[in-house]
Structure formats: structure tokens, C-alpha cells
């Protein structure tokens, strides 16, 4: 049967099966209703390919980037970059496994493309190597899974969804890179976090060819930093801003320096603030090392104390060298005639930079001075251990608080102030920690019934530190039964914490912030320092805050006598 209209020709079919005719209007809607089962099925024998999952927690140690995920029947291919320095060596670990979030299952290692498991591999010029791994087959429910390859090398919280989380600002990020021979990757995060030793979960972007793109998603606009991989490797970075605003980014960086952000208003603003009297301030520090290398930036005593400091291999002689040296630059007695007045061209040009800026904060209130008010309340407190002027204060709190209350600069700059609390005369802030099992504790009660204490913040990483915290062993021993008591706080990994423990022989109970989840340091205002420590009497007083352990032993004398 034939039905023509115009020019088109619709054919009407008939189709008999088992003796019943089916019209072929009703064959069409079943085909709608079984092709998404269709197209389901040659998805799964095919693969199901996600690209760039999104991840909750790199702990790779800033090496690895997961490209894609490919699921199939029989295998889970994850496909990664590892980004390490040129010509330096890497390996996969034959017990790498793919782990549920729940818990409940983990997939094994089935094979390898790009690397051997076990075996060391070089990487070439560019320093990336693509990697290839494949894994026995997720179970359908799996929504997230873990890559766990060692305790450094993981990926934790990888989302199987192909479908990127909604996002209010969508940023492309786009740059070039110049005169960084070593640097592979570059590294993303909050300008806080993307340097912190002590908390990974940076975004690993690959250089190819000098240039690199990533697309950046976030609910928030808020700056971001970035460093470079070999940077964080050798432990000294010169971190680099920007705002992450909706739309394109060009990003140009040559060595340490140049730093150029191209697109977006706010980062137009940032940089005219951030740049303001910058080429004055630079013939100053240009004329300070042409003074410094003639070595006539200092008196000639100091540079006889740089001689004997760079010839000194004892480290106590060393402390008190430069100790020395700082003594004399607090009674004005370190620099030249020329360097003195060189000095005091800089305070004078920083201090007139310093009142634009606050003139910039009060009268054109944006994001952008928004982050200039915070870096300088960070300043005050963090980085000088001075309490914040009032004038900063009182312009934050009429003026910025109001107007961004949920903005993650409002909630740091609470932080701050917070910390405050904490400086010599005011009182420790209390906190439930776990120690070395698990066993949560809390601060107050384990300080409780003490004449003094000591709170002491450290790290697996810092040598001075734990330097400190052994030369308070025989005082705690000799003091513990006197009313002295010593409760160690790290923000390592509980293994990492556990080997510094057994390594110096603490003896006394040690808590745990783990990969500074909770920002306890933060809290305390030393965010910027691998430890710290906290001297406070039976009321909870802070008497003294990053003292010497001889400065430490005096007191404890003094108070369990």
C-alpha cells in the first residue's frame, strides 16, 4: 500500500507477525522507547569514557594527572600523566589498586601500558609520561572509587559521573611559559594551599610545549594560586595570583619574572593594585644588590659575620651568628652609610605605597581590595604575630563584612582575628583531636590539672622544630610528675606523625590534625610555619609563643619548682 503526497512518499507498511499486524506507527514508538537500552549496550561493550573526572583529593604529591577513565565489561582503564622533573625516575607499585569510597571492594591491577610495574622509568626532556593502567571491572553501583598506588601517590574520591558537577563560574585558564626549563606541570589552588607541605589536593595542569589549559569550574570568584611542580618539589616557590572570573584567561609567566593576567575586570584592577610603585620599589632593590655585592651594603663587621656564618658548620654557632646580626639591625648598627639611607628610602616609599593602598581599600571598596585588606590583616597577624590596627578592623567590619558575608575571604579574615587570641597574655583556643589509635581527646581536659604546659605544633618535615621538641624530653621527664605537661599536635599523614614519633621518642601523647583537615594551625594563626609553640599556665594563659627550648626550660623551672 502506497500513499504519495506532493513529493514526498510516505510509505504505510503492515508488518504480520505471528498472525497479528502491527501498524508501523506503533513499531516507531517502540523503537523510541528501546533506543536509550540500545545505545546503553553499545556504550558498555564499546566503553563508557569520562573525561577529566573530577577528583576530591589529590594526594600525589603533585605528579599525577587522571586524563580519562574508560569502564568496560571486562576491564577499568584509567589513562594518567605523571609529571615529574626532566630525566628523573618513577615507578608503579605491582600492589596499585582502584579501592570503593565505601569501603566495601577493591579491584585489582591487571596490566600495564607505558610502564613496567616495579621497574624504575626514566622520563624524557619533557618530563610527562603517559601511563596506562587497567584494573579488574567496577561493579555497576560504583559512583566513586579511590586510586591508591602508595601512602605519597593517591587519588581519592575520583566521581564515575560523566556529567561535571553545575558550576556558577566557568574560567578557561590558558597560558604560555618561558625560561622554566624544569618546571613540567603547573600547580592550582587557593594561593594558601597551593605551597602548604602539609595538605594536598592541588590541581597538576601539564606544560606540552611551553603552553598549558585547564578549564576551571567553581561556585565561588575568589583568587587562586599557582606555582610550578618543580617549585614545590625543591621547596621554594614564588607563588603567582590571579582572580578566577567567568570567561577567558591568558596567563603569561617568564621565570620569576613576569606575571601577566590577560581578560577579566577584577584581574585588571588586581594587577593595577598589586603593580602600584612596583618600578620604584625596583630601583631600590636593584641599587640594594649592587651595594651588597661591592659588600658595602652592611658595616664591615656584618659581612665579617656573613664570612664566619658561611664558614660555620656548627648549627648552634650559627643560630647565634645570626642572631647577632639581627641584634645589630634592631639597634640600627647593621647597614652602611649608604645602606642606611637606602633603607630608609625604601620605609618611606612602602609606607607612602601602604596609605594609597588603604586610601584604595575605604574608598573603592571591590573584590580586588577586598583581597588587599585581607593580605594585610594576614600580615598583621600571621606573618608579624602583631595584632591588627584598628583602622583595618573597623574598615573590614563596616565596610567588607557586610557586603561579602559568605565570601571564603570573610571567613579566613574571622580566622585571623580569631587567632588573636592566642598571642602572649591572651588564652590557647581548646580543640578534640585524635591521637596516634584514633582516640578522640580533648585539649582542655588532657592540660588539665597542669601548672604549665606546653602545646607543642610540629611536623615530620621540620628539622628545627623537632629539634625543639627533643630538647624538651629530659625536661619533661624531670618535670612531668611536678605539675609539666606536653601535648605534641602534626598535620602529616597518621604514618608520617607515627615514624616522627618513634624516630625522636616522644613521650608524651601526640594529636592529630591529618592533612590539616581542620585548620587547627590556621586557627592558631601559624598556618605559615611547619611548628610552633605555646607555653600556658593552669588559667590556660599563653605565656610564651615561639620560644627557645632553653627560654622554655627556664620557666618550666621556674613554675614546678
Same mark, same amino acid.
Given at each position: 500500500m502506497e500513499k504519495i503526497i506532493g513529493k514526498?512518499?510516505?510509505?504505510?507498511?503492515?508488518?504480520? &507477525?505471528?498472525?497479528?499486524? +502491527?501498524?508501523?506507527?506503533?513499531?516507531?514508538?517502540?523503537?523510541? #522507547?528501546?533506543?536509550? %537500552? !540500545?545505545?546503553?549496550?553499545?556504550?558498555?561493550?564499546?566503553?563508557?569514557?569520562?573525561?577529566?573526572?573530577?577528583?576530591?583529593?589529590?594526594?600525589?604529591?603533585?605528579? &599525577?594527572?587522571?586524563?580519562? +577513565?574508560?569502564?568496560?565489561?571486562?576491564?577499568?582503564?584509567?589513562? #594518567?600523566?605523571?609529571? %615529574? !622533573?626532566?630525566?628523573?625516575?618513577?615507578?608503579?607499585?605491582?600492589?596499585?589498586?582502584?579501592?570503593?569510597?565505601?569501603?566495601?571492594?577493591?579491584?585489582?591491577?591487571?596490566?600495564?601500558?607505558?610502564?613496567?610495574?616495579?621497574?624504575?622509568?626514566?622520563?624524557?626532556?619533557?618530563?610527562?609520561?603517559?601511563?596506562?593502567?587497567?584494573?579488574?571491572?567496577?561493579?555497576?553501583?560504583?559512583?566513586?572509587?579511590?586510586?591508591?598506588?602508595?601512602?605519597?601517590?593517591?587519588?581519592?574520591?575520583?566521581?564515575?559521573s560523566p556529567r561535571k558537577k553545575p558550576a556558577k563560574i566557568e574560567c578557561l585558564i590558558e597560558g604560555t611559559v618561558s625560561g622554566c626549563p624544569q618546571s613540567t606541570a603547573i600547580l592550582l589552588n587557593s594561593p594558601e594551599e597551593v605551597f602548604n607541605r602539609y595538605k594536598k589536593g592541588n590541581i597538576v595542569i601539564p606544560i606540552r610545549n611551553g603552553k598549558f589549559s585547564y578549564r576551571l569550574y567553581t561556585d565561588t570568584c575568589t583568587v587562586y594560586g599557582l606555582c610550578f611542580n618543580d617549585e614545590w618539589i625543591n621547596g621554594r616557590a614564588y607563588i603567582k595570583e590571579f582572580f578566577a572570573e567567568p570567561g577567558r584567561l591568558v596567563l603569561t609567566i617568564n621565570g620569576n619574572d613576569t606575571f601577566r593576567v590577560e581578560g577579566g575586570k577584577l584581574n585588571d584592577e588586581y594587577q593595577r593594585l598589586s603593580f602600584y610603585g612596583q618600578d620604584r620599589m625596583q630601583a631600590i632593590y636593584d641599587r640594594r644588590d649592587s651595594l651588597d655585592k661591592a659588600r658595602q651594603l652592611y658595616t664591615p663587621e656584618v659581612y665579617a659575620l656573613f664570612d664566619e656564618m658561611d664558614s660555620c658548620t656548627d648549627r648552634s654557632k650559627r643560630n647565634l651568628l645570626s642572631e647577632k646580626f639581627q641584634n645589630l639591625r634592631v639597634d640600627g648598627k647593621a647597614y652602611s652609610r649608604e645602606g642606611d639611607a637606602l633603607d630608609k628610602m625604601a620605609q618611606k616609599l612602602l609606607n607612602e605605597i601602604g596609605e594609597w593602598e588603604f586610601a584604595q581599600i575605604k574608598e573603592h571598596p571591590s573584590l580586588a581590595?577586598?583581597?588587599?585588606?585581607?593580605?594585610?590583616?594576614?600580615?598583621?597577624?600571621?606573618?608579624?604575630?602583631?595584632?591588627?590596627?584598628?583602622?583595618?578592623?573597623?574598615?573590614?567590619?563596616?565596610?567588607?563584612?557586610?557586603?561579602?558575608?559568605?565570601?571564603?575571604?570573610?571567613?579566613?579574615?574571622?580566622?585571623?582575628?580569631?587567632?588573636?587570641?592566642?598571642?602572649?597574655?591572651g588564652k590557647y583556643i581548646d580543640l578534640v583531636l585524635p591521637d596516634t589509635t584514633g582516640t578522640p581527646h580533648r585539649l582542655s581536659e588532657l592540660l588539665q590539672g597542669s601548672k604549665i604546659a606546653l602545646i607543642d605544633f610540629w611536623s615530620i618535615h621540620c628539622g628545627p622544630c623537632r629539634r625543639t621538641s627533643k630538647a624538651m624530653i629530659p625536661v619533661y621527664e624531670k618535670f612531668k610528675d611536678k605539675g609539666f605537661c606536653i601535648v605534641g599536635i602534626s598535620r602529616d599523614g597518621m604514618q608520617q606523625m607515627i615514624r616522627g614519633i618513634r624516630h625522636d621518642g616522644y613521650p608524651w601523647i601526640n594529636l592529630i590534625d591529618e592533612y590539616n583537615k581542620n585548620q587547627i594551625f590556621k586557627s592558631y594563626g601559624i598556618d605559615n610555619s611547619a611548628g610552633y609553640t605555646f607555653l600556658v599556665d593552669s588559667c590556660g594563659t599563653v605565656i610564651t609563643a615561639g620560644a627557645s627550648a632553653e627560654e622554655m626550660t627556664a620557666i618550666v623551672e621556674k613554675y614546678c619548682r
Open positions: 514526498s512518499v510516505t510509505f504505510v507498511r503492515r508488518v504480520r &507477525l505471528k498472525g497479528k499486524t +502491527i501498524n508501523p506507527h506503533a513499531m516507531k514508538k517502540l523503537y523510541l #522507547l528501546l533506543l536509550p %537500552c !540500545l545505545l546503553l549496550a553499545v556504550a558498555c561493550n564499546r566503553g563508557l569514557t569520562i573525561e577529566q573526572p573530577e577528583i576530591t583529593h589529590n594526594f600525589s604529591t603533585n605528579n &599525577l594527572v587522571l586524563e580519562r +577513565i574508560v569502564r568496560t565489561s571486562e576491564t577499568t582503564r584509567l589513562d #594518567l600523566t605523571v609529571c %615529574c !622533573l626532566p630525566g628523573s625516575r618513577f615507578s608503579i607499585s605491582p600492589e596499585t589498586h582502584l579501592k570503593s569510597s565505601k569501603g566495601e571492594k577493591t579491584y585489582a591491577l591487571i596490566g600495564t601500558e607505558g610502564v613496567k610495574t616495579g621497574k624504575k622509568i626514566q622520563s624524557d626532556s619533557t618530563g610527562l609520561t603517559a601511563v596506562s593502567l587497567f584494573f579488574e571491572p567496577l561493579a555497576d553501583d560504583e559512583e566513586q572509587i579511590d586510586f591508591i598506588e602508595s601512602e605519597e601517590w593517591q587519588l581519592l574520591g575520583i566521581s564515575l581590595t577586598y583581597h588587599l585588606l585581607h593580605e594585610k590583616l594576614k600580615a598583621c597577624i600571621v606573618y608579624d604575630k602583631q595584632p591588627a590596627p584598628d583602622s583595618l578592623v573597623d574598615v573590614y567590619r563596616t565596610l567588607y563584612h557586610p557586603s561579602y558575608p559568605e565570601h571564603p575571604f570573610t571567613r579566613e579574615i574571622e580566622t585571623y582575628l580569631q587567632a588573636q587570641q592566642t598571642f602572649v597574655g
